[in-house]
């Protein structure tokens, strides 16, 4: 199994900026990529960027040219930095490894980010 914490979400008016981070601990050499997925009240959870070990990058159409996700292995993290932020970008932000396709998922616990407007 994987453990994944994750930090610094927050509240902040809206054009300001945020940065997540995602540690991940415990069997990591079976991570085959990482994200970021977020949930607004009411709705469905949603991918908002995601990277995999060779670098290939993929993120939501509303987030693009916003959003920044980078990893640092040699720390086993994965960071996503939030600028120009606007209210529908409020919900709870889920990091977010997947383990290929014979392993479940691993999750974090979530981190709120609420955008004042």
């Known amino acids: 199994q994987v453990q994944l914490v994750e930090s610094g979400g927050g509240l902040v008016q809206a054009g300001g900026s945020l940065r997540l981070s995602c540690a991940a601990s415990g069997s990591i050499s079976y991570i085959k990529a990482m994200g970021w997925y977020r949930q607004a009240p009411g709705k469905q959870r949603e991918l908002v960027a995601a990277i995999t070990n060779s670098g290939r990058i993929n993120y939501a159409d509303s987030v693009k040219g916003r959003f920044t996700i980078s990893t640092d292995n040699a720390k086993n993290t994965v960071t996503l930095q939030m600028n120009s932020l606007k209210p529908e970008d409020t919900g709870v932000y889920y990091c977010?490894?997947?383990?290929?396709?014979?392993?479940?998922?691993?999750w974090g616990r979530g981190t709120q980010v609420t955008v004042s407007s």
């Open positions: 977010n490894a997947d383990l290929g396709v014979f392993r479940p998922d691993g």
